[in-house]
């Protein structure tokens, strides 16, 4: 069965592409199949990974309600991946959404969904179409607001709150008493080393601190999915 996640915040540079990039990485890592689509009408994914001029992209393919298989692109990440595109922001049928999703290869254990910044109707759907919601947080007011927004959209639904360190952990005035908190993920120079190519934060260096805290983060989600 695919498990749905979608990795989500209503803030911007939360750090929402560079989980959802190395949670698929991690996934693969465990051994599962995994499909990962950028559902962001801004790209940032789509363009971190190098894919800008695909032809066919997750617009076309959810104005078709399938995907062709043929088309889709595996990433030497070993993650398959569905880009974006600027139409995607005048995407607004849910029920193409989910004939999508549910058209999808059985052989995907994992399908994560980066999302935009923006509540938007893309932003409702994806998490109403989502098993588990990923949520990561700064230690700013902003972000944590944005994280309460999610929660109130998933309702019910399976979360996992990921912490981001600040670099400079002094003026870090985050409340620890958060009742949310899964995971910490350190402040790593290696979020930024990685824009300049396209491979994840794991990849840049496997055995940094930050590619371990994936690792961990990945790995309760396969627990809650009981996929491990
Ligand atoms: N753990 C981290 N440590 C340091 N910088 C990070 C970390 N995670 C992400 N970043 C940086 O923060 C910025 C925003 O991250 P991004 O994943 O694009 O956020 P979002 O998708 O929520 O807008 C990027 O420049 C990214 O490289
Ligand atoms: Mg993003």
């Known amino acids: 069965m695919n498990h749905v996640i979608a990795v989500a915040n209503v803030a911007g540079g939360t750090g929402k592409t560079t989980t959802a990039h190395a949670l698929a990485v991690s996934a693969v890592e465990y051994g599962k199949k995994v499909l990962l689509l950028d559902f962001d009408v801004a790209s940032a994914l789509t363009f971190k990974l190098g894919f800008e001029n695909e032809r066919t992209t997750l617009f076309d393919y959810l104005m078709a309600g399938k995907i062709i ?49 923006t509540l938007d109707a893309r932003l409702s759907f994806a998490i109403e179409e989502s098993e588990l919601v990923v949520i990561p947080i700064g230690t700013d007011l902003h972000s944590i607001r944005g994280a309460d927004q999610i929660r109130k959209i998933a309702g019910q639904k399976s979360i996992v709150t990921l912490k981001f360190n600040n670099r400079n952990s002094s003026s870090d005035n985050f409340d620890y008493s958060y ?49 491990i």
């Open 69 to 117: 298989e043929s088309q889709v692109i595996t990433t030497t990440e070993r993650f398959d991946f569905i880009a974006s595109d600027s139409r995607l922001g005048s995407f607004i049928q849910h029920e193409n959404l989910k004939a999508f999703l549910s058209n999808l290869p059985k052989r995907y254990d994992l399908i994560f969904i980066d999302t935009p910044s």
């Open 179 to 227: 009742e949310y908190l899964d995971a910490a993920i350190p402040y790593s120079e290696l979020a930024d080393k990685a824009l300049e190519d396209t491979t994840s934060v794991i990849t840049q260096n496997n055995r940094s601190e930050i590619a371990s805290a994936y690792r961990e983060a990945a790995y309760s989600i396969l627990e809650k999915l009981e996929l």
